[in-house]
């Protein structure tokens, strides 16, 4: 990638063709600013797993809203509710760590595998 910094859009259809190459490439730059997203994109596990464990200095409370995201289509599907506003990934520790605890046994994988009939019926109806 030419200039991973402007090119890097994980958004982008194109990306997913050539996802492995470019992350490996966003691998060389561990820290950038991708416009296309409007974010800092920390790209080598060590580094995010520092900036998850560090909210004192990198809080998620001012991160992207999922509407930033989405395209008119879609926001017009789902009018006033847009799905995974104000979600944990934005809300810092300890707030955090106490939501998880309550939320935490709807997301064990025998909920979740009891929800694939339902899952499945659900797409095959809006396919």
Do not use: C
């Not at 194109?14 to 296309?36: I, M, N, Y």
């Not at 809203?65 to 789902?78: C, G, K």
């Amino acid at each position: 990638m030419p200039d991973l910094a402007t090119s890097f859009n994980p958004l982008d259809p194109g990306f997913h063709a050539a996802a492995f190459e470019q992350l490996a490439e966003a691998r060389k730059s561990p820290v950038f600013f991708a416009p296309a997203v409007d974010a800092w994109v920390v790209s080598r596990y060590a580094d995010v797993d520092e900036v998850l464990r560090s909210p004192d200095r990198f809080s998620s409370r001012d991160i992207m809203s999922i509407a930033d995201l989405i395209s008119p289509e879609v926001a017009a599907y789902f009018g006033d509710f847009i799905p995974m506003e104000g979600t944990l990934i934005g809300i810092d520790e300890p707030a955090h760590a106490r939501l998880r605890r309550v939320l935490g046994h709807a997301f064990v994988p025998a909920r979740i595998n009891a929800l694939e009939p339902s899952v499945t019926a659900t797409v095959n109806a809006a396919l």
